[in-house]
């Protein structure tokens, strides 16, 4: 039985008739067409799909469609404004935080809520913070880096 | 080289822009019209008959279009092909589903076509599968043993070929031996994991009967030769695409059950089929990466000097030959004696079928084990005659002067300085004193180590008569009219850069702005032909036709700037971007202005034909072989056996660099990986063939908080088997890491007799030999 969802996704409002199990992740990609969250696994392990909902990161392959009722999110295709890269955008592309890309939009989003609550992260904060998005080329040396060059950025 | 400002510059990337945005378009974003679903039902059983199948129910389930068995795949597709590359290797049929057997967990029975993928996979419950279980063989030396259960029949045995290299004489080596040194060791079963899963669009276009497959391959040229083999088709009327490819790691380096039951499904309902592996089942239908046992034993001199090598390594191929399964561990075979001048050597390497999914090639592919083993032994040799682990490795080295050398095992490597290296990394570590605190931390209680990998290994993939398959590499540089440049690479990178590097080139040589430069690759219908992305060639192999391309365009351009300036060719210049006389160069032509010329092809010389285009395929001479010494410092915690890095050194030699930031880039996502395999992952299996660590949850990935970071360096010894002397970096650090890391773990407990263990290095298992 599909039931109406009213959601803001990176500022614009969207109104919908959903299956109750749809998942975020699948309403994202697939009525929003907002395929930059990406799906790595099925257990909840990668991080891949991680977008900010009501204001903290969220692995949104674990929520419903349905739950995002009346709610915000923001995915990586909502974080440039104007067409300037938001600063930890910035610190990927220039410490080559990313090779594949695929855990790219998923670490960017966590990275967003370390910054939020933490914008002077150390090493070791920022390697914690990230614990929960796996990324098979990096090694996450220069992922590190782009977090902490976004960190100087955003103090300067 | 032209005068190099891009080449050898850390340039960020010009992928990331739409890879930092969402921008990016993998396989599961593609979206065509009317597109279907398709889910797999998969064996549950390792070893098992399949005695009924009924489809009827999933049938009639809401939004099914249609159900596909394996008789159906079976009339309408060919099995699954392998390259070999052994000589009397057994191989038995590879449906892309099997109709009567399955021989191990996860293999496609049945396959439901529906609206979406919700639909499809609420079908699949509604399939009933009768099996009849067979026994099971899961350990690899149970399966060598007379009387074990037997994955394929028709061949009386397991064992899939035997495969041999000598040299010397090994016979007189342990004769001639002070001492003789023995150890069995591993290599575990790995799972790639690549955070993109594989998977598969693909569209019949039933008016000219054109097949397109976009899928997320290393190899789409590969793949689409393939396919058309395997249903029949022609080859210039299927097209593979290989677009924005999630990683890779030798995963994505074959021909798959699924690229073609997609195809078959698509061609079967008309409509396009859309197949995206979900993690669970990638832990079973994505081919896996090592699983050898090695019997070692080394001959040696008092000295140290180690005069010969026995090697017996028992590759665990799991239950079928997917496209280089066979070829892998003889890679172990070849590389046996590592950076060291063994001259005597018998390495044998035994292929063994097991009710398992099959391995293949997995980041270094056959080279981390060979250089795990090797660098085990110089170890343990050194424990044994009481000698420095470093001073062993320099009395064995192959010296600088000796290159090019020929290995026992018949391989040409074609530079090297390993002792340059190994000092840089030896001070940057600052091995001594640490070996001198040791002493002290010892006394403390504390069990610390440090361990070195000097590694060498075999990139640039390679002489095609060394294969099993074609090692050339293709590439076309189009100046277009307007002046803007096109790059076209058989290469199909997937996280590699070569989007960046190659345009870093054609920019140095053409003398235009990197901005006006596309490459593009990974399109059949693109890029005419192509090998793919595998063993480090996207830079030695498709890096050098680049070269040949850029050398052939710049000498067009010439003769014609020559003819419009009534020069001979040979007075030109062509310096950054301008053509003009010698001696004349307030009177230049812009490289822009020649091809338009080109192509306005009014006044050409009257041999020249129009346009400003070159296409060129390069077969490398050899293989390159770049090398490098890794170092880890570990300290084991006595009360719980937990391990941790302290510090990790690598210097690798990759010949010439081209994009350092790249490089860098490289060399930390294989140590990751080589630390992965130390330290933490396993394919662990049951007796019954069933995947105990088959999902992210079971499966120890590397997490950030799990690794230490990295101290690089490089030193550059160039290769003369291709024009840039690039040699390749993308396995390098994988293969120098976890002997580093075991020989760190190991020196941290010798002081308690402990003189090896196998990986992964699993704080109940060092707590076990603490105790």
């Known amino acids: 039985m599909a039931r109406a969802i009213t959601v803001m996704v990176n500022g614009e409002k969207h109104q919908q008739e959903v299956e109750p199990r749809l998942l975020l992740v699948h309403y994202l990609r697939e009525v929003l067409a907002l395929t930059g969250t990406h799906i790595g696994c099925d257990t909840s392990q990668c991080g891949a799909c991680t977008v900010f909902f009501n204001g903290a990161a969220v692995k949104s392959c674990t929520m419903f469609a349905v739950q995002a009722d009346g709610g915000d999110v923001l995915t990586v295709e909502g974080l440039a404004t104007n067409g300037e890269l938001h600063p930890i955008q910035e610190g990927f592309w220039e410490e080559h935080g990313l090779q594949c890309g695929f855990c790219t939009p998923g670490m960017i989003m966590s990275s967003y809520q370390l910054l939020k609550d933490n914008p002077d992260p150390s090493e070791e904060q920022i390697r914690h913070a990230i614990d929960g998005n796996l990324c098979r080329c990096t090694g996450y040396q220069h992922i590190v880096n782009a977090v902490a060059s976004a960190a100087r950025k955003r103090k300067a | ?771």
């Open chain 2, 1 to 771: 080289m032209a005068i190099s400002r891009m080449v050898g510059a850390r340039i960020k990337r010009r992928e990331d822009p739409r890879l930092i945005t969402g921008a990016a378009t993998y396989v599961d974003d593609i979206k065509l019209y009317d597109m279907q679903y398709m889910a797999l039902l998969r064996s549950v059983h390792a070893h098992a008959k399949i005695t009924r199948i009924d489809v009827s129910k999933a049938l009639v389930a809401p939004g099914v279009v249609a159900v596909i068995t394996g008789e159906e795949v079976r009339r309408a597709a060919a099995p699954l092909p392998t390259a070999g590359g052994v000589e009397g290797l057994k191989v038995p049929d590879h449906d892309s589903m099997p109709v009567d057997k399955v021989c191990h967990l996860g293999q496609p029975v049945a396959a439901v076509i529906a609206r979406d993928r919700y639909a499809a996979r609420d079908a699949l419950d509604l399939i009933e599968v009768d099996y009849e279980p067979l026994p099971v063989v899961v350990d690899v030396e149970k399966a060598m043993e007379p009387g074990s259960p037997l994955v394929h029949e028709q061949f009386g045995s397991n064992i899939a070929y035997t495969w041999l290299v000598e040299g010397g004489d090994l016979e007189q080596a342990f004769k001639d031996a002070h001492v003789v040194v023995k150890q069995r060791m591993t290599n575990q079963r790995l799972i790639p994991n690549p955070m993109e899963t594989r998977g598969v669009v693909a569209q019949y276009d039933r008016g000219p009967g054109n097949l397109t497959v976009w899928s997320s391959t290393q190899v789409p040229h590969i793949l689409r030769s393939s396919l058309a083999t395997i249903l029949g088709l022609a080859e210039n009327k299927v097209r593979v695409v290989a677009p924005e490819v999630g990683g890779g790691f030798g995963c994505k380096l074959n021909i798959y059950a699924e690229e073609v039951i997609a195809a078959v499904a698509a061609m079967r309902v008309g409509k396009p089929v859309k197949w995206v592996e979900e993690r669970s089942e990638s832990f079973l239908a994505t081919t896996h990466g090592r699983d050898q046992v090695a019997y070692c034993e080394a001959a040696v001199a008092k000295d140290g000097t180690i005069l010969g090598l026995r090697m017996k390594l028992i590759g665990d191929l799991g239950a079928f030959h997917q496209l280089f399964t066979p070829a892998v561990p003889t890679f172990s075979g070849l590389m046996s004696t590592g950076v060291y001048k063994i001259a005597n050597l018998r390495s044998e390497v035994v292929g063994v079928f097991t009710n398992k999914t099959p391995v293949d090639a997995y980041r270094g592919a056959g080279r981390p084990e060979a250089t795990y083993y090797v660098e085990r032994i110089v170890d343990i040799v050194a424990d044994e005659l009481g000698l420095d682990p470093v001073d062993v490795r320099r009395r064995n080295f192959i010296p600088p002067g000796a290159f090019p050398y020929t290995t026992a095992s018949g391989l040409t490597y074609d530079s090297g300085d390993y002792e340059l290296a190994l000092k840089r990394a030896l001070e940057m570590a600052g091995y001594q004193k640490f070996k001198d605190e040791q002493v002290k931390a010892r006394e403390a209680g504390r069990y610390v180590g440090i361990g070195v990998s000097t590694y060498t290994e075999i990139c640039g993939i390679g002489p095609s008569a060394a294969l099993p398959a074609a090692g050339w590499e293709s590439g076309t540089v189009r100046v277009e009219s307007s002046g803007k440049v096109t790059v076209l690479t058989g290469s199909s990178p997937h996280g590699q850069g070569q989007e960046t590097s190659f345009a870093q080139m054609a920019a140095d040589e053409l003398g235009v702005p990197i901005d006006d430069i596309v490459v593009l690759h990974g399109d059949t219908a693109v890029v005419a032909t192509g090998v793919g992305t595998f063993g480090s060639r996207n830079m030695a192999v498709g890096g050098a036709a680049l070269m040949m391309c850029l050398v052939k365009v710049k000498d067009k351009a010439t003769r014609l700037a020559a003819h419009m300036m009534e020069a001979l060719p040979d007075d030109m210049v062509y310096s950054e971007g301008r053509l003009y006389v010698k001696g004349h160069a307030d009177k230049a032509m812009t490289i822009q202005e020649v091809a338009a010329a080109a192509y306005r092809a009014v006044g050409l010389p009257p041999e020249m034909e129009p346009g400003m285009e070159a296409t060129s395929f390069f077969e490398p001479s050899n293989f390159t072989f770049p090398f490098g010494t890794h170092i880890a410092m570990v300290e084991i915690d006595p009360e719980t056996g937990d391990i941790t890095i302290q510090r990790y050194i690598a210097v690798d030699d990759c010949g010439r660099p081209i994009n350092p930031l790249l490089i860098d880039g490289q060399v930390q996502g294989g140590i990751a990986q080589g630390i992965g395999q130390a330290l933490y992952e396993e394919a662990v299996y049951d007796d019954q063939g069933q995947l105990l660590s088959g999902s992210l949850l079971d499966y120890a990935l590397p997490t950030a908080a799990m690794v230490p970071t990295y101290e690089l360096d490089r030193t550059e010894t160039p290769t003369p088997v291709n024009p840039m002397g690039a040699k390749g970096v993308g396995e390098a650090g994988t293969i120098g890491a976890s002997a580093a890391v075991v020989n760190a773990a190991v020196d941290a407990l010798s002081h308690l007799g402990v003189r090896h263990v196998d990986k992964p290095l699993k704080s109940e298992k060092l707590l076990r030999v603490i105790q």
